[in-house]
Nanobody
Framework: QVQLVESGGGLVQAGGSLRLSCAAS????????MGWFRRAPGKERELVAA????????NYAGSVKGRFTISRDNAKNTVYLQVNSLKPEDTAVYYC?????????????????WGQGTQVTVSS
């Protein structure tokens, strides 16, 4: 089992930034590729970013490319999502997820473990 706990969400004005964190425990963190996804009210879950085990390879959804940056610190068992130039449409609950693969898959259904989420609200 892998336990994931997100933090760093909040209320921010459009154009602002946040840094989301996801702390992992339970298994060897570096054995898992990690992803961040989000779910807005009334919308489907969207995987916004993923990172390989070492952090050397990343993938992004087109809607966030250039504004969001995923990174990880394997020594701290933590994955981050830096979210910049926020827009009201970025309002959602943000979740991190782990998959025992090396590839940073953007297929949400492949992820094995999920956190409880952190709310990001962007005001216009």
């Amino acid at each position: 089992q892998v336990q994931l706990v997100e933090s760093g969400g909040g209320l921010v004005q459009a154009g602002g930034s946040l840094r989301l964190s996801c702390a992992a425990s339970g298994r060897t963190f570096s054995n898992y590729a990690m992803g961040w996804f989000r779910r807005a009210p009334g919308k489907e879950r969207e995987l916004v970013a993923a990172i390989s085990r070492s952090g050397g390879v990343t993938n992004y959804a087109g809607s966030v490319k250039g504004r969001f940056t995923i990174s990880r610190d394997n020594a701290k068992n933590t994955v981050y999502l830096q979210v910049n130039s926020l827009k009201p449409e970025d309002t959602a609950v943000y979740y991190c997820a782990a998959v025992r693969l090396d590839i940073p898959t953007m297929v949400a259904g492949r992820y094995d473990y999920w956190g409880q989420g952190t709310q990001v609200t962007v005001s216009s």
